[in-house]
């Protein structure tokens, strides 16, 4: 995985709730075992209509948002349990999603692969999402390290919460193997004690 540390960047406005992984990836998609090529078919069924033609009332196809940073509405990622859901995201260019609330098996596969889950308080995300209405290129500042989310242009911030284990794992590009390997030396210190 890709290391996070910080990241300033414009942000894509979805302000909607209840957005369940079958929205976020159609089941149909899930033919693929690998993690590649899932973007292509993010939100798949709101970007294009039955013709495949894309639908410029949907945000991702209004070239006035851009960014790394998906602010969502509550309890996105609800529904199934599919992985595919946080890799197409990623796979989209999305390294952040911002919600009120997250499903919890969507929040570990997106920790899981390399996808940042911020979660605010309901007033901080309204703030975000008249931020960008008013200034569509206003940037959302994101540091894990201090686990701080900032509106740049207003300076208004909020911190949020991380497991410990998935920042580390987050801060460092590691996933579970990965981590795994990078303490093999106290691993083997601690057999030897035993």
């Given amino acids: ?26 089941a149909r998609f899930l033919k693929a075992t ?28 209004n070239p006035t948002y851009t960014g790394q940073v998906l ?6 990622g609800c529904g199934s349990s599919r992985e595919h859901a946080a890799w197409a995201l990623y796979d989209y260019g999305f390294r952040v999603v911002v919600s009120s609330f997250f499903a919890d098996i969507f929040k570990g596969n997106a920790l899981n692969n390399g996808l940042l889950p ?17 200034n569509p290129n206003i940037e959302i500042e994101v540091d894990l390290e201090n686990q701080e989310i900032k509106i740049s242009e207003t300076n208004i911030a909020e911190s949020f919460d991380i497991h410990p284990y998935k920042k580390t794992c987050l801060l460092n590009g590691y996933d579970d193997i990965d981590y795994l390997l990078s303490i093999k030396t106290e691993i083997q210190e601690y057999e030897q004690r035993i």
């Fill in 118 to 134: 911020v979660q605010v308080s309901e007033n901080f995300l309204h703030k975000i999402f008249e931020s960008i209405e008013e």
């Fill in 1 to 26: 995985m890709e290391k996070f540390q910080k990241l300033s960047t414009t942000a894509v406005p979805l302000p909607m709730e209840n957005v369940d992984t079958d929205q976020i990836i159609p």
């Fill in 34 to 61: 690998t993690r590649e090529g899932f973007g292509d078919n993010l939100f798949r069924d709101w970007r294009f209509d039955n013709n495949g033609q894309a639908n410029s009332n949907f945000v991702l196809n």
């Fill in 71 to 76: 602010v969502a509405g509550k309890n996105f």
